[in-house]
């Protein structure tokens, strides 16, 4: 299967923003446990490249890894050598989609109106990120005229509202703070807590 096939197969792609590296594992441990199959480890956490690397050399025949928060060319090329399957921008950049596709990985960039969001699939993109995600309706208003476009909302995803943003049309959801708390304590206590709240996400997916 391919990995846009996988993307939009499992849906959630669970965000690890400013983990420590040695609890990157872990964290994906648990998450795989809950049922999350798609981990994206975003630029801006302290390691990425370290530790895309090493999710993808321990768990990436059981996952699939990313990298997100990818601003050039040149973390493209890093991320993608390091093992990333899929690279997430939080803007529209034309030369990261299309060295991200040069290179064979799923190009996901972000964007919010409707102009960006087609000149984003027009330059390349498999899916655009939504950023904000702003609401169930802003993404079925989107659909209106751009039916042909996947949209991939991301920002303030919970178990509550995942569902509605699917019936939206919605094929794949970004999910950070509301599913990995990296505030808190690292205990087992937390792993079991995050195990338990990529569960509700996924069956509140699947309805």
Same mark, same amino acid.
């Given at each position: 299967? *391919? =990995? /846009?096939?996988? !993307?939009?197969?499992?849906?959630? !792609?669970? +965000?690890?923003?400013?983990?420590?590296?040695?609890?990157? /594992?872990?964290?994906?441990?648990?998450?795989?446990?809950?049922?999350?199959? !798609? +981990?994206?480890?975003?630029?801006? *956490?302290?390691?990425?490249?370290?530790?895309?690397?090493?999710?993808?050399?321990?768990?990436?025949?059981?996952?699939?890894?990313?990298?997100?928060? #990818?601003?050039?060319?040149?973390?493209?090329?890093?991320?993608?050598?390091?093992?990333?399957?899929? +690279? /997430?921008?939080?803007?529209?950049?034309?030369? #990261?989609?299309?060295?991200?596709?040069?290179?064979?990985?799923?190009?996901?960039?972000?964007?919010? =109106?409707?102009?960006?969001?087609?000149?984003?699939?027009?330059?390349?993109?498999?899916?655009?990120?939504?950023?904000?995600?702003?609401?169930?309706?802003?993404?079925?208003?989107?659909?209106?005229?751009? %039916?042909? !476009?996947?949209?991939?909302?991301?920002?303030?995803?919970? %178990?509550?509202?995942?569902?509605?943003?699917?019936?939206?049309?919605?094929?794949?959801?970004?999910?950070?703070?509301? /599913?990995?708390? =990296?505030?808190? %304590?690292? =205990?087992?206590?937390?792993?079991?807590?995050?195990?338990?709240?990529?569960?509700?996400?996924?069956?509140?997916?699947?309805?």
């Amino acid at each position: 299967m *391919s =990995t /846009l096939s996988e !993307i939009k197969e499992n849906g959630i !792609i669970a +965000i690890i923003r400013g983990l420590r590296p040695e609890y990157v /594992l872990d964290v994906a441990e648990a998450l795989y446990a809950g049922g999350i199959r !798609i +981990i994206e480890v975003t630029m801006n *956490s302290e390691e990425p490249l370290a530790a895309i690397r090493q999710l993808a050399n321990t768990i990436g025949d059981r996952m699939v890894i990313g990298a997100g928060t #990818v601003l050039d060319t040149p973390t493209v090329e890093a991320t993608v050598a390091a093992g990333a399957r899929f +690279i /997430l921008s939080p803007v529209v950049d034309a030369d #990261v989609i299309q060295a991200t596709k040069r290179l064979g990985a799923v190009s996901i960039p972000g964007a919010f =109106t409707p102009t960006e969001i087609y000149a984003a699939y027009k330059r390349g993109a498999d899916i655009v990120k939504v950023f904000p995600a702003m609401s169930p309706a802003y993404i079925r208003s989107i659909g209106g005229p751009l %039916p042909h !476009i996947p949209l991939l909302p991301s920002g303030g995803i919970t %178990p509550q509202n995942i569902r509605d943003f699917k019936d939206a049309g919605a094929v794949a959801f970004g999910v950070g703070n509301t /599913l990995i708390n =990296t505030g808190q %304590p690292v =205990t087992t206590a937390y792993f079991e807590q995050l195990t338990d709240k990529a569960r509700q996400f996924v069956s509140a997916l699947a309805g």
